[in-house]
């Protein structure tokens, strides 16, 4: 029996290979999008809380203006308790549809 020479890494090798260290440099970048967005997240969360509990105006992406008490919030909602009359309503806005906030 001959011995057999170990060749180096073959085509198809290189290019499984090279496609791993792509694959791992687009998951890197994806990681730091995700911690933009998660910072991004929590500077609306600072701002809700501060105005929790207190009176606001909501400037919204159509031009229309929504007035009343932020009760409560989500991750994708805001919940407002207007008094229209005798009878308080209750609105959930969509955050996305959100332009500006201000304390009324």
């Not at 029996?1 to 890197?28: D, H, N, S, W, Y």
């Not at 009176?55 to 992406?61: G, I, S, Y």
């Amino acid at each position: 029996m001959g011995k057999r020479k170990v060749a180096g890494p073959t085509g198809a090798f290189k290019l499984f290979e090279q496609e791993i260290v792509r694959l791992g440099e687009r998951l890197r970048k994806t990681e730091e999008q995700i911690g933009q967005i998660r910072d991004l997240t929590w500077v609306g969360a600072d701002l809700l809380n501060e105005y929790g509990g207190k009176k606001v105006k909501l400037h919204m992406a159509d031009g229309s203006t929504l007035a009343g008490v932020l009760e409560k919030y989500d991750r994708f909602n805001i919940r407002i308790k207007s008094d229209k009359g005798k009878v308080p309503v209750v609105t959930v806005v969509m955050k996305h549809a959100v332009l500006s906030l201000e304390e009324a």
